[in-house]
Every structure is written in C-alpha cells, then in structure tokens.
C-alpha cells in the first residue's frame, strides 16, 4: 500500500482509546468481532486454538489476538500503522507465544513462507483489499482444513465513503459466498450480528474452511 494508506490509519488510531483492562464479565482478555464493548460472539467459530498457528491481519494494538495467545495458540499479528505495533507491543510484548509485525497484509502474506491454521481479520485487511488479491494470498498461507474468518459492517450500515478515502469492499454475504467458492474455500457460512441495544450498525461474520485436501 502507499505511504497515504499508512497515514490514514495512523490517524484513525490516534482516535482510538486503550482497551479496559477489565471487560464486564471481569475477563482480563478477549476477542471481539463487533466494534461494541461486551458484545457478540466469542472465538468459538475458530475451533480449538490450542496448539494451532494463528494470524490476525489488522492486529491493531493485539488485544483480540493476546486473548488467542493466552489459550495457547502460537500468534502473528500483522497492522499497516506503526503506533498500533507499537503500542501492541508494549502491552503484550510479555508473551513468548505472540509476534507483531508493521508492515501490509498483501506484502506480508506474499513474502512469508509460515503457515497457518486459522487466518482472522476484523474489521481489517478483508474490508480493504481487493478479495481477488488477498483471497488467494491468504488460501496459500494456510494449512489443509484451515479456517478464515472476519468481520465488517455489512453494506447497509457501512458509512459512505468520503471522497479521496481508502477503497473497501463492502459485500453482501452471497457476494462473499460466491469469492470464497471461486477461491476454493468450502464450509462458507456467516451470521449477522445485531446491535446492543441504543445502537444502530449491525456486523457481518463470515466463515470459511480451505479443505483438507486439494
């Protein structure tokens, strides 16, 4: 990506506050496919993560992935803006289980030779990349009957893009079925997650497996 991609997430992270230390339910980590406190589905969509290889496109300051590492999964997280590695570093850098890196989900995806059992990004690089870039990339990057997940508003409750604005790519969940077969993803499947109550913007979780074997 540019060097304008980077600048714009840089300051859309300057608007972001920490994550609580502490959530509702007294839980020091988790994961959160919604951009609302205490709310929706936990990691259970992606299986038992003991043991397994995961990676977050878009691990922003690592709080999600920290909870994955803390069940025992072995994380990589990767963010386009520097601040976000930084701070996720300093917040959970005391873990040996999980490694941030700054740099672009494509270039990453591209240049590594790791593989993995899960792949996830929430409201993150499957929003912002071309899927006929990224689908592929991330196909190849994963282990037989690995798992891809994330999240995004749906198109009906995205914002309209301001002129000059990053490209997204807002899919219903039929488009994203159509992708995802076309890329050789199977047990595609998605739920839509509705809002708090006094909220408006409701998430898309989409699912998919690469099969066990080609």
């Not at 690592?62 to 996720?88: F, S």
């Amino acid at each position: 990506m540019s060097v304008t991609a980077v600048e714009a997430w840089e300051r859309y992270t300057q608007g972001r506050r920490p994550r609580r230390a502490v959530n509702a339910f007294g839980a020091t980590t988790w994961l959160n496919w919604t951009q609302y406190e205490d709310h929706g589905p936990n990691e259970a969509i992606l299986g038992d993560v003991r043991g397994r290889r995961v990676l977050e496109l878009g691990s922003g300051s690592g709080c999600n992935l920290a909870h994955l590492a803390t069940l025992g999964a072995d994380c990589v997280g990767v963010d386009l803006a520097p601040t976000q590695t930084a701070k996720a570093r300093r917040r959970w850098g005391h873990l040996s289980n999980l490694r941030f890196h700054t740099g672009d989900a494509v270039d990453f995806l591209a240049g590594t030779g790791e593989r993995f059992d899960v792949v996830y990004s929430i409201f993150g690089a499957t929003w912002f990349v071309d899927p006929d870039v990224l689908l592929p990339l991330v196909w190849r990057r994963l282990t037989p009957g690995g798992v891809l997940a994330f999240s995004h508003l749906p198109p009906a409750d995205a914002p309209p893009r301001r002129p000059g604005a990053l490209p997204r790519y807002d899919y219903e969940p039929d488009e994203w079925a159509k992708l995802l077969d076309g890329h050789g993803f199977v047990e595609i499947g998605y739920e839509i997650i509705d809002p708090p109550r006094g909220a408006t913007a409701r998430t898309l979780l989409v699912h998919a497996r690469r099969p066990d074997a080609v």
